[in-house]
């Protein structure tokens, strides 16, 4: 999670075709765990009301990007308070269940697109216990408005290409990704300083070697962070980290490149149809085994097999 990503260019809606945010990417359909997101072109202007969804008790994060606004909100019964945000500010709402009304007006004629992260609170509280030993029910987060966060800007944009170009390893990514965003909100967004416990120490050999032999024997399903965590009997987030140091690469990097490796290997070594080597991989499809492979090693699958 700590390499960079090029923001992409999304498609952008006309300004004067937007009376309301326009959803164009959802993680939903994903499968996605602790963390949902979604991708809107905004109009230039909008007032409403906001409404919680009582069914997914959630912190909202969302990312600007594109033209500046000028946004107010206010919860119910209260006043309204507002904000100047330009592109790459970021809006953090702890009380993102408490309906209230919403209204801005855009400063510029650059179309707005906003990416919106909602954490899962049982994700949080599960990580307080397990890297700061805290009881979440004495935990206040602060909201603020307009700012910016290299980490969280990067953790956002990195997202948002995993929206719009959805790779093997994706759901196992989404979950590093929520870890850190919610290991990042402990330490730098609460009312009072928290101490995370850090572990020093790298994964063993052994510890490698079961996670491995767990992946390798589970490459055509879905993998969780926890269940390879598990493996070496850590927690999600501090697995993550060991894992990174250890080997030089994140969780998701490695499962996605013993999936290509895995396709190289039929490939060469069977006369299996491509569609059944991306099942027997952990592809989505033919399609997507054809991107990702050829983005690894620069050629399609049928080439490759043609010049072995």
């Given at each position: ?76 019964n209260g006043s309204w308070q507002g904000s100047l945000i330009r592109p790459e500010d970021l809006i953090l709402q702890p009380d993102g269940n408490i309906p209230g009304e919403l209204r801005w007006q855009s400063l510029t004629s650059e179309p707005t697109q906003t990416l919106h992260l909602h954490l899962s609170k049982e994700l949080l509280a599960r990580t307080i216990e397990e890297v700061a030993d805290y009881d979440p029910a004495h935990l206040t987060l602060v909201g603020r408005a307009g700012f910016q966060d ?159």
């Amino acid at each position: 999670m700590a390499e960079k990503f090029a923001v992409s260019q999304h498609p952008k809606t006309p300004a004067s075709d937007l009376t309301i945010p326009q959803l164009f990417l959802s993680s939903e359909e994903m499968g996605w765990k602790g963390l949902v997101a979604r991708a809107y072109h905004e109009p230039m202007q909008f007032e409403g009301l906001t409404t919680p969804d009582p069914d997914m008790p959630h912190i909202p994060l969302v990312l600007f990007t594109g033209g500046a606004m000028y946004i107010e909100r206010r919860p119910a019964n209260g006043s309204w308070q507002g904000s100047l945000i330009r592109p790459e500010d970021l809006i953090l709402q702890p009380d993102g269940n408490i309906p209230g009304e919403l209204r801005w007006q855009s400063l510029t004629s650059e179309p707005t697109q906003t990416l919106h992260l909602h954490l899962s609170k049982e994700l949080l509280a599960r990580t307080i216990e397990e890297v700061a030993d805290y009881d979440p029910a004495h935990l206040t987060l602060v909201g603020r408005a307009g700012f910016q966060d290299p980490l969280l800007t990067q953790i956002s944009f990195a997202l948002w290409r995993e929206l719009e170009q959805p790779t093997p390893a994706g759901k196992l990514y989404a979950q590093t990704a929520a870890q850190m965003l919610a290991v990042h909100l402990l330490h730098h967004y609460t009312c009072a300083p928290m101490h995370i416990k850090e572990i020093t120490q790298k994964l063993s050999r052994q510890q490698i070697k079961r996670v491995t032999d767990f992946i390798l024997a589970h490459l055509s399903q879905d993998l969780s962070l926890a269940e390879l965590a598990q493996q070496a009997g850590f927690s999600a987030y501090h697995f993550a980290r060991l894992f990174r140091q250890t080997v030089g690469e994140s969780p998701h990097q490695f499962v996605l490149r013993l999936r290509v490796e895995k396709a190289q290997q039929l490939l060469k070594e069977t006369a299996i149809p491509l569609i059944q080597i991306a099942g027997e991989s952990g592809f989505a499809n033919q399609s997507h085994l054809t991107r990702i492979f050829k983005r690894h090693l620069g050629l399609t699958p049928r080439a490759y097999r043609q010049s072995e």
